[in-house]
């Protein structure tokens, strides 16, 4: 391709909307632009990528045996209501009505689609197990639309789901799309790690999550890992073993009210008090689907709100606001207690707060506080339950050994669905004996839009993108220095022409600009070779030639070009 017949507006200007490297480098190198929240138009650049990292993933799908078709974005509203997860899925799921007043859903997500698809053409054990997948758009009204391509409300996914008749075969199944997984990431130049998650919305029995690891602050997600074991979990997942050292009384001590004045917080009580941060409890207090809850945690603990919601099977779950604290407890935020808490508040407490004995805890009012509270003698608690977020330094759940954070970006996941799908959906099959069974379902997705973008958070310098080989929109860009030499012009066009035929993509920098623009644009844009074409080395017939990943050059003979290159982009990540 040549440059002046292709579109790439590069831009010189920090972008101030761009927070993310990645994002700021899409935008500055002509890959993407803005149209509105969430919703990005991809350039020629991005659409070379886009194809480049879908093709893969297509090579690798139908290797593992998984079927390509494509499904409607449109969807009528009652095959969600069917399934239920209409009334579940929250705001995050975009709706509107036909002409005939007909309500319709865009699809975020498949199961719904793919299982009716199934569900009554499906009949023997014998056409199973099946697996479909598309590449297609999706459509998600996310609360916090984000980071360029990473968090679009318009974004495009692979998706595929499986159907299996018996557990062996569904484990055979998941593996498969586990491998095909990490054999889809290697290729596009990026090392993942395979992480435990939370099953949110999509419900289902276990399910995993395929994780960037980055130094950079585009790390949505945080991973708990193991350094003795390979134990990883998203945090949201995480479990952990308590190892802080918690001093507790042998005997229960009468409660007692005291006045803690202008201590409200954690540091500040504990500083009042003159007690460590595990002798209080706090509890805090949600509205969890539109009515409040109580969540009782160790005072040197964070509460993990994925937990507390699953725990309360919620849909929304937000912390009450101060007006709403005021209303529950009588008192300003920071002293909410479970001691004489309106009952209609159910009160989930951590089981590292059931260890402790005489703990403090706020008195629903203000500015005091009750020493000696004691679980079951003082308050019941609704539910005992894990609430606790892990952190660095706990203990690891299976092996004991300690636990480290990293930041990651998400960029796929696959899902045990279980048979919550083909249960209400209806997607049965026939045994030998002709008994009938729901088929063992699984969901897999990758993101196609923002895996590229995640790339380049690992893969950038001062002066821009740097692409790994086989998602980088061409491999090679030419770069005649003067388009005014006619020798330097001659040359380029003949080892444009030789690297074409031997199939080798090209971007060919021929607009007649200065050399100092074009090398900047080369450096901003990203392709992992540059052929540099000047006169010095052309009077002894060589061009140089330069990974961008790299500072020196080579200087390689006119009629030895296309070798050179293949030769560099073999040792290329
Ligand atoms: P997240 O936790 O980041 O919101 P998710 O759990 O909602 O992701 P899935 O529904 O499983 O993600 O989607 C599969 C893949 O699609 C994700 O792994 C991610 O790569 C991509 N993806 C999800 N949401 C978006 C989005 N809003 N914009 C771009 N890509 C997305
Ligand atoms: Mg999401």
Redesign the pocket.
């Known amino acids: 391709m040549r440059w002046s017949q292709t579109y790439i507006p590069t831009l010189r200007q920090q972008q101030s909307d761009a927070e993310l490297i990645s994002h700021q480098l899409l935008l500055r190198a002509g890959y993407i632009r803005k149209l509105g929240a969430?919703i990005y138009l991809y350039l020629p650049l991005m659409q070379r990528v886009i194809e480049k990292f879908s093709k893969i993933v297509r090579e690798e799908m139908n290797r593992a045996g998984a079927l390509e078709i494509t499904m409607s974005v449109l969807c009528p509203a009652e095959v969600w209501q069917k399934s239920g997860r209409y009334y579940t899925i929250g705001k995050?799921q975009m709706r509107l009505k036909d002409r005939h007043q007909h309500e319709m859903v865009l699809c975020?997500?498949h199961e719904e689609t793919v299982t009716s698809l199934v569900a009554g053409e499906l009949k023997s054990y014998k056409q199973l197990p099946l697996n479909l997948y598309q590449i297609q758009v999706?459509f998600?009204d996310?609360i916090r639309?984000r980071f360029g391509?990473?968090?679009?409300?318009?974004?495009?996914?692979?998706?595929a789901y499986t159907f299996d008749a018996d557990e062996t075969s569904f484990a055979k199944t998941y593996q498969g799309m586990v491998d095909a997984y990490f054999a889809i990431f290697k290729r596009a130049g990026i090392d993942v790690v395979k992480v435990e998650?939370d099953t949110?919305?999509?419900g289902g029995k276990a399910?995993h999550?395929?994780m960037l690891l980055v130094n950079t602050n585009a790390g949505?997600?945080i991973i708990i890992s193991c350094e003795s074991c390979d134990y990883a979990a998203n945090i949201e997942k995480a479990e952990f073993e308590d190892t802080v050292n918690v001093k507790t009384d042998n005997d229960l001590k009468e409660m007692k009210k005291v006045d803690t004045p202008g201590a409200a917080t954690i540091e500040e009580v504990t500083a009042f008090l003159k007690v460590d941060a595990t002798r209080l409890v706090k509890t805090l207090l949600y509205i969890a689907d539109g009515k409040p809850v109580a969540a009782m945690i160790r005072g040197d603990r964070d509460l993990n709100e994925v937990k507390l919601k699953n725990a309360l099977k919620a849909v929304e779950l937000e912390m009450a606001n101060p007006e709403q604290v005021q209303q529950f407890t009588g008192c300003p935020i920071g002293f909410a207690g479970p001691v004489g808490l309106r009952n209609d508040i159910p009160i989930l407490v951590d089981p590292l707060v059931g260890r402790l004995k005489n703990f403090i805890v706020g008195a629903n009012e203000n500015e005091k506080h009750i020493l000696n509270v004691n679980l079951d003698r003082d308050f019941k608690a609704t539910k005992v339950v894990n609430l606790s977020k892990a952190r660095e330094g706990d203990g690891c759940p299976r092996c004991r050994g300690r636990l480290i954070t990293r930041d990651g970006?998400?960029?796929?996941?696959t899902?045990m669905l279980g048979t919550k799908y083909s249960e209400t959906l209806g997607a049965k099959y026939l045994d030998a004996e002709g008994k009938e069974h729901p088929c063992i379902m699984g969901?897999?997705?990758?993101?196609?839009?923002?895996?590229p973008q995640?790339v380049l958070e690992r893969y950038f310098d001062d002066k821009g993108i740097i692409w790994p080989k086989n998602i980088a929109p061409y491999l090679v860009e030419l770069i005649p220095i003067s388009m005014e030499s006619s020798e330097q012009v001659e040359t380029a066009e003949k080892i444009y022409r030789e690297l074409q035929e031997a199939g080798i993509e090209v971007l060919y920098d021929d607009r007649p600009e200065r050399a100092g623009v074009k090398f900047n644009d080369a450096d901003l844009v990203g392709l992992p070779i540059r052929i540099t074409i000047g006169d010095k080395s052309l009077k002894q017939g060589m061009v140089e030639l330069k990974a961008r990943a790299e500072k020196d050059f080579t200087l390689v003979a006119i009629n030895q070009v296309v070798t050179a290159v293949k030769n560099l982009a073999q040792r290329l990540n």
């Open positions: 969430g995050e975020g997500t999706k998600r996310e639309p391509l990473m968090r679009g409300r318009e974004f495009i996914m692979k998706d998650s949110g919305a999509m399910a999550e395929f949505e997600e970006i998400e960029v796929g996941n899902f969901s897999y997705g990758i993101g196609i839009t923002r895996t995640a």
